[in-house]
């Protein structure tokens, strides 16, 4: 079992940046893999980014060479640096961690699910 709790959202002008933390609790993810997913209203949730537990890192087109993944395992936390941001990067970013790698992009493929951190671009 893995709690997920995000962190770190908020309102931010365009090209700035922000930091997303994912912290895990109820017991260790650094072997997961994790997913950042995000969602606008009226929209589906669309794949951002997701870090296997070996450190592979995929990116959606849409943010790549602007956010950038990573893990810090002693502190059980998956981090979500967003730089450049842009209006259309607004929505509820929700972190999720499943045990097996597969289907990466797929956010029903995921079991565990934080609540979500609003991240909102103003242009």
């Known amino acids: 079992q893995v709690q997920l709790v995000e962190s770190g959202g908020g309102l931010v002008q365009a090209g700035g940046s922000l930091r997303l933390s994912c912290e895990a609790s109820?017991?260790?993810?650094?072997?997961?893999?994790v997913a950042w997913f995000r969602q606008a209203p009226g929209k589906e949730r669309e794949f951002v980014v997701a870090?296997?537990?070996?450190?592979?890192?995929f990116y959606a087109d849409s943010v790549k060479g602007r956010f950038t993944i990573s893990r810090d395992n002693a502190k059980n936390t998956v981090n979500l640096q967003m730089n450049s941001l842009k209006p259309e990067d607004t929505a509820l970013y929700y972190c999720?961690?499943?045990?097996?790698?597969?289907?990466?992009?797929?956010?029903?493929?995921?079991?565990?699910w934080g609540q979500g951190t609003q991240v909102t671009v103003s242009s």
């Open positions: 109820g017991r260790t993810f650094s072997n997961y893999a």
């Open positions: 999720a961690a499943k045990s097996r790698p597969y289907e990466l992009r797929v956010a029903t493929s995921y079991n565990y």
């Open positions: 870090i296997t537990g070996g450190g592979i890192k």
